[in-house]
């Protein structure tokens, strides 16, 4: 079966420190995957996606990047974090090659940020 | 363009019908959906429905799309509290790359 780990779960950070976020999928070859935003009390923000390795689709400019070094890594990153990048982030994949299908997104159990 | 609707905030009493409606705007979605997060947690597919479809029924869910409007219901039978959560309605348009557009969720609470 198909699983998706997202770490760390919580993450306190000072402004102007550097991030990494890390999220894996098993049980799947290929897969698109997603980093979305969060705010409180908002709605999802998609960030960034991935058809493949290397290939990165940036939806919002802002200080946040990501890579995808393997088929089933997504890194979500930042050099400075600013108090604005506070936010629950979450990461989701999807099948490979197919525009929406009978399973969805599956997302992980997402990562909660505060900038200080 | 591409944009999902739906309001912030619903309120039922236990045991009462819940309707969560939902508003979009790309008709060349295949598959529309639902999800549900709880609180703290990530989203999980609750539903969805092919754009063929009127009507799609899930033991106490039942999906209904008016594809004339852009119209999606959700209708949760039998409301128990177990059910307050954010649900989020969502489409795939097919002219949108591999994106799902999810609308901002509406907050269900679920008074005993």
């Known amino acids: 079966s198909q699983t998706i780990h997202q770490w760390p779960a919580t993450l306190v950070q000072p402004v102007g420190s550097p991030l990494s976020l890390e999220c894996t999928v098993e049980?799947?070859?290929?897969?698109?995957l997603y980093w979305y935003r969060q705010a409180a009390g908002r709605g999802l923000q998609l960030l960034f996606y991935s058809v493949g390795i290397g290939q990165i689709s940036s939806e919002v400019p802002q200080n946040l990047s990501a890579s995808r070094p393997q088929d089933r890594q997504f890194i979500l990153s930042s050099k400075k974090l600013l108090l604005s990048d506070s936010g629950f982030y979450l990461c989701?994949?999807?099948?490979?090659?197919?525009?929406?299908?009978?399973?969805?997104?599956?997302f992980g159990s997402g990562t909660r940020l505060t900038v200080v | 363009g591409e944009d999902v609707e739906q309001s912030l905030f619903l309120s039922v009493r236990e045991g009462d019908s819940s309707v969560i409606n939902c508003t979009y705007t790309?008709?060349?979605?295949?598959?529309l959906y639902w999800y549900k997060q709880e609180p703290g947690a990530g989203l999980q597919l609750l539903t969805y429905i092919f754009s063929n479809m009127d009507m799609k029924q899930d033991q106490r869910l039942t999906v209904l799309l008016n594809k004339k409007d852009k119209h999606l219901s959700l209708r949760i039978a039998d409301t128990q509290t177990g059910d307050s959560a954010i649900y989020f309605c969502a489409e795939s348009p097919n002219t949108g790359g591999f994106k799902t557009i999810f609308g901002a969720g509406t907050r269900l609470f679920v008074k005993a």
């Open positions: 790309d008709s060349s979605s295949t598959y």
């Open positions: 049980g799947t070859s290929n897969p698109n």
């Open positions: 989701a994949w999807s099948r490979g090659g197919q525009v929406g299908s009978t399973w969805g997104y599956t």
